[in-house]
């Protein structure tokens, strides 16, 4: 989806794709919210976010009014093994 100065891409993990009530449910749950900074999550809430955070800082600064620990470089390590 795409509108002036907006664009939306949906990730899921439902097998089903999205059909178009569910693309006009996201963009009812987000009207008025200004898109440049946050965004709905039907079920999670608005997650607030900061585009042209610097490079060291997670762009998601809050999840539902709280605040996020935006310093990844401090988060605990993944250890994947193969």
């Given at each position: 989806?795409?509108?002036?100065?907006?664009?939306?891409?949906?990730?899921?993990?439902?097998?089903?794709?999205?059909?178009?009530?569910?693309?006009?449910?996201?963009?009812?749950?987000?009207?008025?919210?200004?898109?440049?900074?946050?965004?709905?999550i039907?079920?999670?809430?608005?997650?607030g976010?900061?585009?042209?955070?610097?490079?060291?800082?997670?762009?998601?600064?809050?999840?539902?009014?709280?605040?996020?620990?935006?310093?990844?470089?401090?988060w605990?390590?993944?250890?994947?093994?193969?």
């Open positions: 989806y795409s509108a002036k100065n907006v664009g939306l891409m949906m990730v899921s993990n439902s097998t089903a794709a999205p059909d178009g009530k569910d693309l006009d449910k996201i963009i009812a749950d987000n009207l008025g919210l200004n898109l440049r900074k946050q965004f709905n039907e079920g999670k809430g608005i997650i976010y900061r585009l042209n955070s610097p490079k060291c800082k997670w762009v998601i600064c809050t999840i539902k009014g709280q605040k996020t620990d935006r310093k990844f470089d401090k605990k390590r993944l250890n994947v093994i193969n």
